[in-house]
């Protein structure tokens, strides 16, 4: 699997991420175990996780995806091969959430112990905390990285100011700044007023701004779990209506054109847009797995590249109505 290098550090990592929300409580042990293993087998060593995963699920209550992993990673002896990321910032059982010092420095020991590791490969802030100060956050992010607890810092459902803040702050009093940033993002546009609750889907200001400042975009919920293939689950109605069909329409050509399936040409399309988008997959089966990372096989001409990316745009939907 080709191999990213995260912003402008030194941590380097599989071209595309596994995802892990449901990893250790939806899907059990054994069967979490072999997923991974599928995914490493092929290549893959960048894995992404949470603090408080799945602590929404029934009999859960937080920590399970990262236990699974630590649990995983010590039986199969291979976590100096293995890039891990995790976050925190929600609030949990026996955890209130938020970024302060205190909370940082609390779930970072937490997170580590059911990794069973020394260190993780990239901490993000999962959601916003407007009622700390930016400095105090950043600082006590910092204080990790100098220990070296952490590698990389992420940010993650933040706005765009905000991550623009925070680093301008690390700049000038010499902390770590922010160079990852994981937000929502698939092929559907959102519609206007389009409302995800906490989450943040990726802008192309976000997008202009990442390459400016050399960071590393991630997308997370990028095949809308399975809204593109399965007849049982709509198009949410936060992208539903003439746009969403017309790059319906353009997804399923370019599909058709290279032999490859919708979903492989969303993951695709992506790690070649102008900047590449690293995707997290997921999958609940091997084979949803395997599909997805079929996708590195995939090819876009620049045409169908350009064809993809316009489609459902006002000038575009007006000449095909012609």
């Not at 070649?272 to 999958?283: F, H």
């Not at 045409?303 to 489609?311: I, P």
Request: aromatic content about 8%; charged content about 20%; some cysteine.
């Amino acid at each position: 699997m080709d191999i990213v290098t995260l912003g402008s550090s030194a941590v380097a990592v599989s071209a595309l991420c596994y995802g892990t929300d449901l990893i250790g409580s939806r899907i059990n042990e054994r069967d979490s175990h072999a997923l991974l293993d599928v995914f490493a087998d092929h290549g893959g060593t960048f894995i992404d996780t949470g603090n408080f995963y799945a602590s929404w699920y029934p009999g859960c209550v937080g920590g399970e995806s990262e236990s699974t992993i630590g649990r995983w990673m010590a039986a199969r002896g291979n976590r100096e091969r293995i890039a891990i990321s995790t976050k925190l910032g929600f609030d949990y059982p026996g955890c209130a959430g938020g970024l302060t010092a205190a909370e940082i420095t609390q779930e970072c020991e937490k997170s580590l112990r059911r990794l069973q590791t020394d260190h993780i490969d990239v901490y993000y802030a999962h959601r916003d905390d407007f009622d700390t100060p930016v400095e105090e956050t950043m600082e006590a992010f910092h204080g990790l990285i100098q220990a070296g607890k952490v590698h990389v810092l992420g940010a993650s459902n933040l706005w765009l100011w905000r991550v623009a803040e925070a680093n301008m702050l690390s700049s000038l009093r010499g902390f770590t700044p922010y160079s990852v940033v994981e937000q929502r993002y698939t092929y559907f546009r959102p519609r206007h007023g389009a409302d995800f609750g906490p989450q943040i889907c990726i802008t192309d200001d976000m997008k202009r701004f990442c390459t400016h400042h050399g960071m590393t975009l991630i997308a997370y919920s990028i095949l809308l779990q399975g809204a593109y293939t399965r007849s049982n689950r709509p198009v949410p109605a936060q992208f539903a209506g003439p746009e969403a069909d017309d790059r319906m329409a353009a997804l399923q050509s370019v599909a058709a054109e290279v032999g490859a399936t919708l979903n492989q040409v969303i993951i695709a399309w992506m790690r070649q847009s102008d900047p590449p988008v690293l995707p997290i997959i997921a999958g609940s089966r091997k084979e949803q797995v395997q599909e997805n990372i079929g996708a590195l096989a995939v090819t876009l001409s620049a045409e169908q590249m350009e064809r993809l990316t316009r489609a459902g745009d006002p000038d575009v939907r007006k000449a095909w109505l012609r």
